[in-house]
């Protein structure tokens, strides 16, 4: 089994509150790992530490056998990447906005085609961005991230905000990646519901810690060891960090 992505003790510390603590992720070639965890808990810090974004305070991570900070500027060409909210330039068009991201990635004008072709947005590449609906500009955000079709997707909230159709069209495309081109994606979402139909693999964070990460049988089988509901993916999450919530209590008391 190889691992395409592995932190070892990762942490993020910003004066008095530790962000990420110790996080140890193992995440496989080819899977798509979902990271979930309540609002705070983490996640963007630990993407954004991946992506170079926000320096890390301990710990190391590797991304395709290379390692961060020597080998960033590598790294980072085999990352694709979705993180918050994607921004356009409201006057250029969805392929003006995308041919921009080429130029500084140094990528064919074939990718853009491509790109736009895979998220569905080729009939539309002409329209001004600021003409797009928000189900349109989460997708074009998403042909930004899959420019060149990189081996590894970073995407943090990639359906937020969307409508029930919205986000079916993104899980169905974010689903449809990996078989397309043998993609890993690393994916952070509040919509359990949509994780449990498209993750391989599960990461659950909670006040910077993971809590567990493996299968979504590894999962079940340890949420029946617990005595916790196993019969969706929310009731188990929401069971595990009910229990550490309820420890870290018990501990500040002591």
Known sequence: MKYIITTEQLTKKYKNFTAVNGV???IRQGSIYGFLGPNGAGKSTTMKMLLGLTTLTEGSFAIDGKHF???RLTILKEIGSFIESPSFYANLTGRENLDIIRQILELPKSSVDDALELVGLEEFGNRLAKK???GMKQRLGLAGALLGR?????????TNGLDPTGIHEIRSLVKSLPTLYNCTILISSHMLSEIELIADD?????????LFEGRMEDLRRDASQESFAADNLENMFLSIIEKDNLARKKEAKL
Do not use: K, Q, T, V
């Open 150 to 158: 990189p081996p590894i997707l970073i995407l943090d909230e990639p």
């Open 132 to 134: 797009y609906s928000l």
């Open 69 to 71: 900070p020597a080998d």
């Open 202 to 210: 599960i990461g659950i964070l909670n006040h910077g810690r993971l």
């Open 24 to 26: 140890s992720l193992h």
